[in-house]
């Protein structure tokens, strides 16, 4: 009885395991290093495959982790939604763009497909979702949800490494799932099993049949419950990977303890993102928030069905494990240009920088002889000295942070295409608030190789500040790799203007990085009066 096609969960999903693999990767490399337990190889959703690379050897101090995941919700969307409505202290701006749950319509949660295993039957006998409020922030959908019982099961599997969800991989197809095809030592001798997580995904539905994928719950990880849970897996269980008996034992107790138990999370839906077909079955060129304005009434007001879909991610094809509608999600796509927006204006509106050496790491992917390709670095040293940068547009402040700061870099043009490319991609910005660091979403373009344009948005900010907010300042850093690192070997130092190849070996790889903070260039915005 499934009614969700099948060629939209096939591209949600190849998504997905192309980012998980590379996450994978990187992880088991920074598990090598420091070993670390498998526990913490899933903490974290393959959704801010990114943000968990950047964060990953923070995560191993097991008394920072609590800390730190109370840090990253702090000031951001998920946070408020999650919080008990009667409890929090009122946002004006975000309680401006939230729907609130219609508790009049009690949700579905009509099960249209499960599979005939015993523990996902076991699921469906105790599903529940229900539907709580919804937000829309002008760029992305968040859709709040409670997951009641054993329907958290899934998801708690996957953070936790349980294994009674999860999908175990036949040891011949284990190596096409790495990009490398170098299977990790534990697996190829048999110590442990191969498992993918099953998590569940989430689609909108609209009258018309059109679909649009939402991607997974992304903010269980953070409710202090599970961090307790982690870290007694953590001292229970110490440093070793998991075994097949310990996955199982994991997913025992999680069963035990989800009990009566509810968790709220947040479906979040990148609304700038393609990811849309038809009820043909045929992708749609245009992105969901295209897709939403096409579908709000005259008050902006979307209404579509939420659909939720748990698949098995085989190797050669997914299945669906279960499969229910949950009941209808309306959002409010035009709220937030009811906010109030001040313009930016830059009181440095240009940088010149003067003899400044640095290194740029310069990757590639080497073609080999038996048609593979091998990772390599250079590091190429540069003087800074001919670079230009300049604030195209100021951007604008609103309750919901800072957006559309465009800044304009010119590169030397003694630079080779090689250098530029390597400053494109090794270039951050850091943003302050009144003194404050919060993280930034950086976008670029380049006309030419020597040219390049940044747009700068802040991902998380402080909604009560608003109004008393008086200066930004935004600040270019520079991240290069000093050395490579080759399982438990001692680290080879990589030399200048000469290609390090990642060697042949089922040894963990990684690269030791430092950085830069480019001090000379520092831009400083107000509000426009």
């Known amino acids: ?47 801010a495959a990114c943000f968990v690379l950047a964060l990953g050897t923070v995560f191993l101090i097991p008394s920072a982790r609590a800390e730190v995941l109370r840090w990253l919700r702090i000031e951001r969307p998920e946070q408020y939604l999650t919080e008990d409505p009667e409890e929090r202290t009122p946002v004006e701006a975000l309680d401006e763009l939230i729907i609130p749950a219609e508790t009049e319509t009690p949700n579905r949660n009509r099960i249209t497909f499960v599979s005939d295993e015993p523990i996902w039957q076991q699921i469906a006998s105790d599903f529940r979702i229900d539907i709580g409020d919804t937000m829309f922030d ?55 099993t191969f498992m993918e997580p099953s998590w ?113 991610l085989d190797p050669d094809q997914s299945r669906t494990l279960l499969e229910a509608d949950l009941g209808t999600v309306r959002f409010n796509i035009d709220a937030v240009n009811r906010l109030k927006q001040d313009a930016l204006t830059a009181k440095t509106p240009s940088v010149a920088f003067g003899p400044q050496q640095v290194k740029l790491s310069y990757t590639e992917w080497i073609k080999t002889d038996y048609d593979d390709s091998t ?63 919060y993280s930034v979403s950086t976008k670029f373009d380049s006309t030419d190789a020597h040219t390049l344009r940044y747009t700068i948005d802040t991902t998380e900010f402080p909604y009560d500040r608003f109004d008393s907010i008086k200066e930004i300042r935004v600040i270019p850093e520079l991240d290069w790799h000093v050395a490579m690192l080759v399982g438990e070997q001692p680290p080879v130092e990589l030399q200048d203007n000469a290609r390090c190849l990642q060697p042949d070996t089922n040894e963990n790889i990684s690269f030791r990085a430092d950085m830069m903070i480019l001090t000379d260039g520092i831009f400083v915005f107000t509000r426009s009066k």
């Open 200 to 312: 569940g995904h989430y689609y909108l539905k609209f009258a018309d049949g059109s679909l649009a994928s939402c991607g997974q719950v992304g903010t269980l990880e953070a409710n202090p419950e599970i961090v307790a849970l982690f870290d007694k897996n953590y001292d229970e269980y110490g440093e070793d990977p998991l075994s097949d008996a310990d996955r199982e034992a994991i997913s025992r107790e999680s069963i035990e303890w989800l009990k009566n138990k509810s968790l709220v999370g947040v479906v979040r839906c990148w609304a700038q993102d393609e990811g849309l077909i038809d009820r043909e079955g045929s992708h749609l060129d245009m992105t969901c928030f295209e897709y939403f304005k096409s579908q709000a009434n005259e008050n902006g007001i979307v209404t579509a069905e939420l659909i939720y879909v748990a698949k098995a």
């Open 138 to 192: 002008g760029s992305d959908l968040y859709i709040t949800v409670t997951l009641h019982g054993l329907t958290a099961l899934p998801e708690l599997d996957a953070y936790t490494g349980g294994s009674i969800t999860q999908t175990a991989y036949p040891a011949d197809a284990i190596a096409e799932y790495f990009e490398d095809g170098k299977v990790p030592e534990e697996y190829t001798s048999g110590k442990m």
């Open 1 to 47: 009885m499934k009614n969700t096609p099948e060629q939209l969960l096939s591209f949600a999903e190849n998504e997905l395991m192309k980012k998980e693999s590379i996450r994978r990767a990187v992880l088991r490399e920074a598990a090598q290093k420091q070993k670390q337990p498998i526990v913490w190889t899933k903490i974290l959703l393959p959704i």
């Open 375 to 437: 990772f390599a670095v250079t590091n190429l040293p540069a003087d800074l000295n001919g670079l230009m940068m300049e604030v195209e547009n100021g951007g604008f402040l609103d309750a919901l942070g800072v957006h559309g700061i465009c800044i304009r870099a010119a590169l030397p043009e003694s630079w080779s295409d090689e250098m530029c490319k390597a400053f494109k991609e090794n270039t951050r910005f850091i943003c302050e608030i009144d003194g404050k660091r």
